[in-house]
């Protein structure tokens, strides 16, 4: 079956504008994961959507981001007023909701702000 | 809370030779333990995961990961390097309990050298 696809591959933007980025995960997966990579640095935690709870949304750095999930699909991250600061790949992963259960990560969201 | 911790930004090793990537992480409870890799400009994939049982888990392209509970470490291990291992290699940990998020170790970049 399809993996995890994320879109747009890659988005240029200017500073101060809004971003939206998409993530469409494994069917049947139930818990969604979204990370920041800056270059050539490690996994930065955003956002956790785990089935019916509330998600955990712990690692968003600022109210400028906020993301949303419909049901146990789509998902989308957004980025208000976008600074050069979050230039980076925007990695999307989903799994099984059962907690040993490996992640499945996208290709990635290549954000460039300008 | 949980942590995990990649001691080595980076690790130097000649082909043929054994690699060692060291982890090692800290949960309130019983952990599961995965191994990821990124190749440079891919996405990450699943390497080999440790959930209960034998304290050595075999996973892909020859990989293998020792469970130490005393030591609370989990380092990823292969007899003979190739220069295809080349790549940046993450430990996870998530703690047994609840649906808890995965916490990522900052990444060791792994270079063979022919």
């Known amino acids: 079956g399809a993996g995890v696809s994320q879109s747009p591959s890659n988005k240029v933007t200017e500073k101060g504008k809004d971003v939206e980025l998409r993530c469409d995960p494994i069917s049947g997966h139930t818990a969604l994961y979204w990370y920041r990579q800056r270059l050539g640095q490690g996994l930065e935690f955003l956002i956790y959507f785990q089935g019916n709870s509330a998600p955990d949304k712990s690692g968003l750095p600022s109210d400028r981001f906020s993301a949303e999930r419909t049901g146990e699909s789509v998902s989308t991250l957004t980025i208000q007023r976008t600074q050069q600061e979050d230039s980076a790949v925007y990695l999307c992963?989903?799994?099984?909701?059962?907690?040993?259960?490996?992640?499945?990560f996208g290709p990635g969201t290549r954000l460039t702000v300008l | 809370a949980q942590s995990v911790a990649q001691p080595e930004d980076q690790v130097n090793v000649a082909e043929g030779n054994p690699l060692t990537v060291k982890c090692t992480y800290s949960?309130?409870?019983?952990?599961?333990l995965f191994w990821y890799v990124q190749y440079p400009n891919r996405g990450l994939q699943f390497l080999l995961k440790?959930?209960?049982?034998?304290?050595l888990v075999k996973g892909s392209y020859g990989f293998e990961a020792e469970f130490n509970k005393s030591q609370t470490s989990f380092h990823l291990k292969k007899p003979s390097a190739l220069v295809s291992d080349s790549a940046l290699y993450f430990c996870?940990?998530?703690?047994?309990?609840?649906?808890?998020?995965?916490?990522f170790g900052t990444g060791t970049k792994l270079q063979v050298i022919p």
């Open positions: 440790y959930i209960t049982g034998d304290n």
């Open positions: 992963a989903s799994s099984l909701l059962d907690s040993y259960n490996e992640q499945f």
């Open positions: 996870a940990v998530r703690d047994m309990g609840g649906y808890q998020k995965v916490t």
């Open positions: 949960v309130s409870g019983n952990p599961y």
